[in-house]
């Protein structure tokens, strides 16, 4: 019987690293359009996190300044001055407040690559009374909702007002 010195992969062989390499690139590219969809999304990341913070901030001068009293200080179902439900991301009004009655137009952002109208964006000011607190402790959630690309992105921030300033 007669051997060959000669060696090589075999068809299935040769199938089975063509399909390997295959999932691995797939998975690759998966891993480069998140990040780039991530990225992409990133300044609105940014300007969702301060407007919820701003809104919050907000709140917390008109408890400390007295320009609301702490019934005030709730959504309008529950006799207060925040809007119950979401509403564009708009300038404060005479109030200095946003998510109020008297908001302004949409607002802009001057960025160094250029002007951001914020349509497409929207908050929500939910304001709670803190069970077994009397009444003296409130839970703020603002959420900020905005798209980017095929997919709807929502940041949410929770923080807790007292009546005491």
Do not use: C
């Amino acid at each position: 019987m007669q051997t060959s010195s000669e060696q090589g992969f075999s068809l299935v062989e040769t199938i089975v690293a063509i399909g390997v390499l295959t999932v691995g690139v797939l998975g690759a590219a998966g891993v480069l359009s998140a990040g780039m969809q991530n990225l992409s999304s990133s300044p609105s990341d940014v300007i969702v996190a301060q407007k919820a913070t701003e809104a919050v901030e907000s709140v917390f001068g008109a408890r400390d300044s007295h320009k609301l009293t702490w019934s005030q200080i709730n959504n309008v179902a529950n006799g207060g001055v925040f809007v119950d439900a979401a509403t564009s991301l708009t300038t404060a009004g005479n109030d200095g407040l946003v998510n109020t009655a008297d908001d302004g137009p949409i607002e802009t952002i001057v960025l160094p690559t250029g002007t951001i109208t914020l349509t497409g964006f929207t908050r929500k000011i939910a304001i709670a009374d803190v069970a077994g607190e009397n009444g003296e402790l409130r839970s703020i959630t603002v959420t900020v909702t905005y798209t980017s690309g095929p997919s709807k992105r929502t940041y949410t921030l929770t923080t807790l007002i007292s009546s005491y300033s």
